[in-house]
């Protein structure tokens, strides 16, 4: 099997899980419990949220870790919980997680106000700047990396810059389908940043905010004070050490596997049949998520297609009649013919150029084949 | 007290002398549905008695029982012997608690039982009305609620005042077998269920195009299958791979008689199928004039490729209506999932609303029909559920 579909979720690495194996046997103590083995699973997770501060270099002493359920649950409390009112801002390219809670904002009665997006799926700063200028904006959500063209927006500038405009405004990025993927330290003014654990080989069922220890949080989930009161509810502590472990992995070969997916994008992105397929993907994207548009076929089908041949990719949306476009590709300004072809490959470390030699060659033949078919 | 759930029919009264063969039907579906569960079963003079049963299990039970065709209404009853005081006693229980107006009727089968019917029914309302005289009244003409006593030969008495309504129509299996159509919409369910409950045994019959459909529109059908089944006493699914026919219609044909000369395909499958099953009858969920395929014109095309008769239960009925059914089968949640269909894939701009048989014909020389269908016959997955 080639899995191209690592945005979606990764295979848990199992060295990540073998390593935590201690954490379900003889170490399943309620890190809340005040005997040794509790003070010795609270310590567990204190190490883990020391070593995810220091993976995108920031230090214990200006910030925290709160470790949530998933990315989805994140997102949702660094935006209903940071800032009680004002002025709501974010941009077209965002994960679900952030744009439905935006939604809600809105319904609440809520002021919003969501930027347009460049081509590549980036935010266009300029708008996002001249709004700044002209009002007061008190909360601004700008993903890291776009999950669905893997636009990189470059959330540190954005963010000086915001602040510079403004100090009061509270900046929170979806780091989602960047940690662990690209070189990244946390700049000084972003105050939220949610991370997901199933998206780097660790588990479902894992995730993180982190938090700027002066900046003002409630909770989501109310109960025993967990997580410094922040999320209560038992510590995932299997999970949380997974979570880890897996970072871990990750981070120890950084520039490495940066540079084998980069290949891999590459030689895909060469190989593909330019008489059908176009690259949404801007030439500065992740290496880790290549979105392409067979123009004039249907993503659904090119994916169906390639599952015969043992081949698993994304496509951006259900293919029906309602909600039948991605609402991110649309409102990079593509038209009907190219939202219906959306592929999106996504790939980890674990993937080889060997896969992509193969998969170049099956899916530039079966889009060729379907495209006689669908245009006789 | 006792429970026992008395069940009646309806329409088998209407039968003469082959009236033993429904009833023996009706009897075997029900036997068939509650064979997990721990009770008796009987049969009495036109109805049926179940008895025995915990009452964990009653729920269980009467939700098997509305979806068995044939079972007209049932009632659950108290069963106490027949004794005028335990009578009055199961009554009694019965009415702690409503409020309203009320009657007594009462059905003495025991004629040695005195008093008879009617002083019975007085004498059990006098009693009531001593108890509980201050939130029920009488009312013999349009009583808000009817105790009703039966006292049986055999020694035992029922008691109850609720009758609830089933599916009523004719036990699976008295009238034939058909092949339903299924798309994964919602009207091909409905049109199932309806022939189900006329006491037609079903297979299913869903044309899957792969990969222009996925996995996930089959699964679709599996479910719908699935639900459809509970009414039919398990069901058969047969899948088709419809994918090459679909393929070679829309490369060789053109493209606004897609959808005509597709169905023309379905139906010639279906009957083929048919005469391998042993099915009588093709069922499908037309509707009238609903998409361009269900003109008057598009059947009579389609139709015009099969001997077998058609069965189109819902040719009449309002979209608004089969969605009200749907939803009272609990098919509709399953059929508005948003996938594909086979019908979706490759749909032209402007289909042919108003087909003309000849230019059909015309355009379906193109292909060698008869070998596609040999093809497609080769290749069915057979789903039990």
């Known amino acids: 099997m080639i899995y191209f579909d690592n945005a979606a979720t990764t295979k848990p690495s199992a060295s990540a899980l073998k390593k935590a194996e201690i954490y379900n046997d003889e170490q399943f103590f309620n890190p809340s419990a005040l005997y040794q083995g509790g003070l010795s699973s609270a310590n567990a997770i204190k190490s883990a949220k020391e070593y995810i501060l220091k993976t995108i270099g920031a230090s214990t002493s200006e910030y925290e870790v709160v470790f949530t359920s998933c990315g989805s649950e994140s997102d949702n409390q660094a935006i209903f919980c940071a800032v009680k009112r004002g002025f709501f801002v974010t941009d077209k390219g965002e994960h679900s997680a952030v744009f439905k809670c935006f939604c809600e904002l809105k319904n609440r009665g809520i002021k919003t106000e969501l930027i347009d997006l460049n081509p590549d799926g980036s935010i266009n700063e300029q708008k996002l700047f001249q709004l700044a200028e002209k009002e007061k904006i008190d909360f601004v959500s700008i993903v890291h990396v776009n999950n669905e063209t893997g636009a990189v927006n470059d959330i540190n500038r954005i963010a000086d810059k915001l602040k510079e405009i403004n100090p009061r405004i509270v900046f929170h990025s979806d780091g989602v389908q960047a940690y662990g993927k690209m070189p990244y330290k946390l700049g000084k003014n972003i105050d939220l940043y949610s991370l997901s654990a199933h998206k780097i080989n660790g588990l479902k069922g894992s995730g993180a905010l982190i938090k700027r220890k002066k900046q003002n949080l409630a909770p989501l989930v109310f109960g025993g004070g967990q997580e410094g009161g922040l999320r209560s509810g038992t510590e995932n502590l299997f999970g949380i050490k997974v979570f880890e472990n897996a970072a871990r992995e990750r981070f120890d070969n950084l520039e490495e596997n940066f540079k084998k997916t980069e290949n891999i994008k590459n030689y895909i992105e060469n190989g593909l049949d330019k008489e059908i397929f176009s690259v949404l993907s801007g030439k500065k994207s992740s290496p880790y998520i290549l979105t392409v548009s067979a123009k004039g076929l249907r993503g659904e089908v090119l994916m169906h297609t390639l599952e015969t041949f043992g081949i698993i990719v994304g496509n951006g949306s259900a293919c029906a009649s309602k909600n039948r476009y991605s609402r991110v590709i649309e409102a990079c300004g593509y038209k009907n013919d190219v939202l219906d072809g959306v592929v999106r490959l996504s790939f980890s470390p674990e993937n080889t150029i060997e896969e992509a030699e193969r998969f170049v060659k099956i899916f530039n033949e079966s889009a060729s084949k379907l495209k006689r078919i669908m245009q006789k | ?385």
């Open chain 2, 1 to 385: 007290m006792k429970k026992a759930i008395i069940i009646r029919y309806c329409e088998i009264h209407l039968k003469g002398k082959n009236r033993g063969y429904f009833e023996k039907m009706l009897k075997e579906n029900i036997k068939r549905s509650l064979k997990n569960i721990n009770c008796t079963f009987a049969a009495m003079h036109s109805r049926y008695l179940i008895e025995d049963f915990s009452e964990e299990d009653l729920p269980i039970i009467e939700e098997k029982l509305h979806k068995i065709a044939g079972i007209h209404t049932y009632s659950i009853a108290l069963v106490v012997e027949n004794d005028f005081e335990k009578i009055f006693e199961a009554c009694s229980s019965l009415c702690n608690g409503k409020h309203g107006t009320f009657r007594v009727t009462a059905n003495r089968a025991d004629k040695t039982f005195t008093p008879n019917s009617m002083e019975c029914a007085r004498l059990l309302g006098g009693r009531l009305l001593e108890v509980y005289g201050d939130k029920i009244k009488v009312d013999v003409v349009t009583p808000s609620f009817t105790v009703f006593v039966d006292i049986r030969e055999d020694g035992k008495t029922f008691v109850y005042t609720d009758v609830v309504h089933c599916m009523s129509g004719m036990p699976v299996g008295s009238a034939g077998r058909g092949l339903l159509l299924i798309s994964g919409g919602i009207d091909s369910p409905v049109a199932g269920y309806m022939m189900c409950k006329r006491g037609m045994k079903l297979d299913c019959l869903h044309f899957h195009s792969f990969p222009y459909t996925g996995e996930a529109a089959k699964q679709k059908v599996v479910d719908l299958t699935e639900k459809l089944g509970e009414y039919n006493g398990g069901i058969n699914l047969y899948v088709v791979s419809f994918t090459h026919i679909q393929e070679v219609i829309h490369e060789n044909c053109p493209e606004e008689f897609m959808i005509t000369l597709m169905r023309r395909f379905m139906m010639r499958i279906a009957e083929r199928l048919s005469y391998k099953i042993g099915a009588q009858a093709i069922v499908t969920g037309e509707s009238l004039g609903q998409v361009a395929s269900q003109t008057i014109e598009s059947i009579t095309s389609s139709n015009s490729v099969v001997t077998m008769p058609v069965l189109r239960p819902l040719i009449a009925f309002d979209k608004i209506d089969i969605i009200d059914i749907s939803r009272k089968i609990a098919t509709y949640e399953t059929s508005i999932l948003p996938y594909e269909d086979c019908c979706t894939v490759f749909l032209p701009k402007f289909p042919a609303i108003k087909p003309d048989l000849k230019r059909v014909l015309k355009a379906e020389s193109n292909l060698d029909v008869d070998g596609l269908i040999e093809e497609a016959m080769k290749n069915i997955e057979k789903i039990s559920l």
